[in-house]
């Protein structure tokens, strides 16, 4: 049983424009998100995290919105890069000392020039 | 700053053969993770230690694979013996404290394994 999902194999955007990435989860217990970036043969790199009591965490070009009632995240890339071309993977935990993360199965991410 | 070590990086095994990776975390970091990623999958939780205790190997099968952390720094994962299903990417990682809200974790290159 999958407790995070993200049902986007893949996308495609062109430079310069907005990419979506979506991601749902099952356990409403979980109450802190984080995205990892992951590039070809190198681990994955954390890009940006929210907690529950917010809705909105902005870091640069890049934004998570959570919405705790629809039990969904989403990450906004603007304007894209070629260089964010990866894999991005959502995960969420429990705040709670020794819980683990519960990642989704990644959304590969390609933007062309 | 030194990032998450590990090695070797890449490892071609017959299955019932044994086969040992090794992590070494971020200086200072008390907690370290080892995880498990099959293609097209997330990585998914093998074992996580704070300092050299154990705090979560409920996903760890423990018929076939063995985890230390002897001296609370560097980590060895084990496998004996080997299936053609543990084929995965085995990733190692650590964190400044125990999994704690806004505790990031910092991930190495991970190792791929391959059981034929």
């Known amino acids: 049983d999958q407790q995070v999902k993200q049902n986007s194999p893949s996308l495609s955007v062109q430079e310069g424009r907005i990419s979506i990435l979506n991601c749902d989860y099952t356990?409403?217990?979980?109450?802190?998100f984080l995205w990892y970036k992951k590039y070809p043969a190198e681990g994955p790199t954390f890009l940006i995290s929210?907690?529950?009591?917010?809705d909105k965490n902005e870091d640069g070009r890049f934004t998570v919105f959570l919405n705790k009632s629809a039990k969904h995240l989403s990450l906004h890339i603007v304007p894209s890069q070629p260089g964010d071309s990866a894999v991005y993977f959502c995960a969420a935990s429990l705040s709670q000392a020794g819980t683990a993360l519960i990642f989704g199965k990644g959304t590969t991410l390609s933007v062309s020039s | 700053e030194a990032g998450v070590a590990q090695s070797p990086r890449y490892k071609i095994i017959e299955k019932r053969q044994s086969v040992a990776f090794w992590c070494n975390p971020i200086?200072?970091?008390?907690?370290l993770y080892w995880y498990q990623q099959i293609l097209g999958q997330g990585p998914k939780l093998l074992i996580q230690?704070?300092?050299?205790?154990?705090?979560?190997d409920s996903q760890l099968p423990k018929d076939r694979f063995s985890a230390e952390r002897l001296k609370g720094v560097d980590s060895t994962l084990k496998i004996q013996p080997a299936k053609l299903e543990d084929s995965a990417v085995y990733l190692c990682?650590?964190?400044?404290?125990?999994?704690?809200?806004?505790?990031?974790?910092?991930f190495g290159p991970g190792t791929r394994l391959t059981v034929l």
């Open positions: 356990n409403s217990m979980f109450d802190y």
């Open positions: 200086s200072g970091h008390a907690t």
């Open positions: 929210i907690s529950s009591i917010k």
């Open positions: 990682a650590s964190s400044l404290n125990a999994g704690l809200a806004g505790d990031t974790q910092y």
């Open positions: 230690f704070q300092n050299n205790g154990v705090v979560d």
